[in-house]
């Protein structure tokens, strides 16, 4: 598997699981919250505070359906458009805030483009790292443009086919770069728990296994990114807002906030560090309790010295220090060497073969 570096921080083999932040548009078109969720993100310990750009006109048509939980959107109704047009109005003269922001803050910045027009204004930016949402997978001239710029590229791999992400993978090698990480994911806005499908972005890491393979979440709260963590996912994409109630960007109410960021990063850190490495034997920590809570052959009985051992003078018991259980039946029938008193954690030296 890749080991790719990201201004300075890697997302691969060996590498702490990389947090990505999806602020999309959560900004209501307000350059203070912007900043505000840039340096929230940066406060809480993720790696990237993502947004995502475009224009209404020309990401859906005027009459196309929502695909989303109705009880998402403010309007009771109306089309992806309706939604997008309200959401789309922030200059770029605010993204180079963000940008300049966020390398204050030690955080990177980054978005996803859904238009080749959006990846110039982007690239004008110097952004390091790209995202290219689940629904273009298949819009491959978006890739290619994206691929060019030689930049990393984190790949949603929503409602694909296996297919369908070998050719975006090709699109992605054939004109840039090989620094690709793959982000499994469910494309419903919310998801329910029982339709997050981890054991995909599983499979996804054992069919491409020269790339990072992460997942990005749109179920409630943090309890399935943290069981994604623990299956080995190398990044994990959350929705990030600033308050659930916001109208206007669907994506509040199915975000988390700053302080369930602050909680997830945490949590992560100890799902990590409980994931450990496989040895054949006693872990460090085991030490004590292998010589104090496993069991030694013990006298029963007093056995003078000069006894043949028969089974009846002999139980198991802690510590376990001395001849283990398992040798039991080579003690019965030797000699012992010296006078054993009751309840005697035997050794070798006590008896004669």
């Known amino acids: 598997m890749k080991r790719i570096d990201i201004c300075g921080r890697f997302v691969g083999q060996d590498a702490s699981c990389f947090i990505i932040v999806d602020a999309g548009v959560n900004h209501n078109n307000d350059p203070h919250r912007a900043l505000a969720l840039v340096e929230e993100a940066a406060r809480a310990g993720a790696d990237v505070v993502k947004f995502q750009t475009y224009k209404a006109d020309t990401i859906a048509t005027k009459t196309a359906e929502r695909y989303w939980d109705p009880k998402l959107d403010t309007d009771n109704g109306g089309t992806q458009y309706d939604t997008f047009s309200r959401i789309d109005g922030l200059p770029e003269s605010e993204y180079r805030s963000m940008k300049e922001r966020a390398v204050e803050l030690g955080i990177i910045l980054s978005s996803t483009p859904f238009n080749l027009d959006d990846v110039e204004l982007l690239e004008r930016l110097g952004l ?143 799902i990590e560090a409980a994931k450990g490495v496989f040895k054949s034997g006693p872990y460090p920590a085991e030490e004590k309790a292998v010589r104090l809570a496993r069991k030694s052959v013990v006298a029963a009985t007093d056995i003078p010295q000069g006894t043949k051992i028969t089974k009846g003078m002999l139980i198991c018991k802690r510590p376990g220090t001395g001849i283990q259980p398992k040798h039991l039946k080579f003690v019965i029938g030797r000699i012992s060497a010296e006078n054993i008193s009751e309840d005697t954690t035997l050794t070798w030296e006590m008896v004669n073969s």
């Open 128 to 270: 390091d790292v790209y995202k290219i949402a689940s629904a273009d997978i298949v819009h491959h001239e978006l890739i290619e443009k994206v691929a060019e710029l030689k930049k990393p590229i984190i790949l949603s791999t929503g409602c694909s086919s296996i297919s369908e992400i070998e050719e975006a993978i090709n699109c992605i090698l054939k004109y840039g770069t090989d620094d690709i990480i793959l982000q499994h994911c469910i494309l419903s806005y919310p998801c329910r728990d029982e339709n997050a499908n981890l054991a995909k972005m599983v499979k996804l890491q054992e069919i491409f296994s020269d790339f990072p393979v992460g997942y990005s979440d749109h179920t409630l709260g943090i309890t399935v990114p943290l069981a994604a963590i623990a299956l080995g996912a190398k990044t994990v994409e959350k929705h990030f807002t600033l308050d659930k109630s916001l109208p206007d960007s669907p994506d509040h109410s199915l975000s988390i906030d700053p302080d369930e960021l602050k909680s997830f990063v945490m949590q992560k850190n100890r």
